[in-house]
């Protein structure tokens, strides 16, 4: 009797038990799962992301339009005419004066105070910087000068040195590296920022407007984000 007993007990807990087949095959499901879980987070991760940039791109160009609506004409860019002289150079239109064109400044006997962070930009610098003599949207008043941009937040503008220590739009996205790894721009303290595009003077893909873009790396793959493909 007592061995009949240990005889069932032993029958009903192998009966109970998972097969190493079966332990194999539950954990290859859950594995399966998992990556297509990851695979979704990715897409969904990504898709956020441009998103974003696609909302703060919005912002800017409601900015710009308004710009153009005032002034009469859209925010000069990174000019290829080196002020006073007859040299041409590629412009560059990762560091264009749109922050302080769109913020505004006020001209002082140092330069040009930035209203946005009280801070003075040297004429000297504004032409080291950008190429030009000065800023549009500059008056000698406080009054006088138009912010286009009165929500921009400190996350979404940065300093850069190019030889002047001067301050961009930031895309909220990381941006594209060299054949080192090394990110294409960095701030002041080696920090990597990724500028917005921004050319004015015979845009490419908006002949009668301007082009306003951004490069983006996500995972890898750059990605560009811009106005004509609205």
Not at 150 to 178: N, Q
Request: glycine fraction near 6%; charge should be negative; charged fraction near 15%.
């Amino acid at each position: 009797m007592q061995n009949q007993t240990r005889d069932n007990i032993f029958r009903h807990r192998s009966g109970g038990a998972f097969t190493l087949i079966e332990l194999l095959t539950v954990i290859s499901i859950i594995i399966i799962i998992a990556a297509l879980l990851i695979g979704l987070s990715n897409v969904a991760g990504k898709k956020m992301r441009i998103s974003r940039v696609e909302s703060e791109m919005h912002k800017l160009s409601t900015a710009i339009d308004s710009y153009k609506s005032q002034f009469g004409f859209y925010p000069p860019d990174n000019s290829t005419n080196v002020p006073n002289t007859n040299i041409e150079r590629n412009a560059n239109p990762a560091v264009n004066p749109l922050f302080y064109e769109l913020t505004g400044t006020v001209v002082t006997n140092n330069g040009f105070l930035c209203l946005k962070h009280q801070e003075v930009i040297s004429m000297d610098n504004v032409e080291k910087a950008f190429n030009l003599d000065g800023f549009v949207n500059s008056a000698k008043t406080l009054e006088n000068t138009h912010n286009f941009l009165p929500e921009l937040k400190e996350s979404e503008h940065s300093h850069i040195d190019v030889g002047a220590h001067v301050s961009v739009l930031v895309v909220p996205v990381e941006g594209p590296r060299d054949s080192n790894g090394f990110p294409l721009y960095t701030d002041h303290g080696g920090t990597p920022i990724n500028p917005w595009r921004y050319v004015s003077t015979n845009p490419t893909n908006n002949p009668t407007s301007y082009d306003l873009w951004a490069e983006i790396n996500i995972s890898g793959e750059i990605i560009t984000i811009g106005n004509w493909q609205q």
